[in-house]
T-cell receptor, first 109, second 110 residues
């Protein structure tokens, strides 16, 4: 499967601060998905990116796919306590995903 | 709409005991099915996936096995549990690229 590195592994922010997690691959990816897992919960699909340079927004979340399709990022503007959890990127082919190591986000008031 | 069920939610088992975790999906036909394991504070490790009845692909050699006796049923088994089998076991289904996860089973082997 395709291997990806996610950074940082952990980030602690104050509510209202921005947050970004990065997903990097040494090979070109056909597509990439992002999932969020709340503490004690299961991963939930957020979005899929397919096109080179693609940018998608979901409210305060902005997802980008690099021009070379080797990296992706998730940016959260003005974090809230509801953003707490672990964010995983997952490149995949033929319905078989390889999940990144994840970035755990902690948000405090 | 589609739903995915897993049971039990939590399980405590002694070392050397057998294991059977069940996953069922409703509202879809011929889904791809997956078993993942997640150690505490870690990422998701794909254990098995299935593209159809009786078709199982193993990703990581270990003392676990999987079976798919029916289209929407996926079972994870072990004959003898090890301490290292402790973790959060997640079943997922897909009919395209997106995977949808069940609530998971938290297994503690003592």
């Amino acid at each position: 499967g395709q291997q990806v590195m996610q950074i940082p592994q952990y980030q602690h922010v104050q509510e209202g601060e921005d947050f970004t997690t990065y997903c990097n691959s040494s090979t070109t990816l056909s597509n990439i998905q992002w999932y969020k897992q709340r503490p004690g919960g299961h991963p939930v699909f957020l979005i899929q990116l397919v096109k080179s340079g693609e940018v998608k927004k979901q409210k305060r979340l902005t997802f980008q796919f690099g021009e070379a399709k080797k990296n992706s990022s998730l940016h959260i503007t003005a974090t809230q306590t509801t953003d707490v959890g672990t964010y995983f990127c997952a490149p995949g082919t033929a319905s078989k995903l390889t999940f990144g190591t994840g970035t755990r986000l902690q948000v405090t008031l | 709409s589609q739903t995915i069920h897993q049971w039990p939610a939590t399980l405590v088992q002694p070392v050397g005991s057998p294991l059977s975790l069940e996953c069922t999906v409703e509202g879809t036909s011929n889904p791809n099915l997956y078993w993942y394991r997640q150690a505490a504070g870690r990422g998701l490790q794909l254990l098995f996936y299935s593209v159809g009845i009786g078709q199982i692909s193993s990703e990581v050699p270990q003392n676990l096995s999987a079976s798919r006796p029916q289209d929407r049923q996926f079972i994870l088994s072990s004959k003898k549990l090890l301490l290292s089998d402790s973790g959060f076991y997640l079943c997922a289904w897909s009919s395209g690229d997106t995977q949808y996860f069940g609530p998971g089973t938290r297994l503690t082997v003592l």
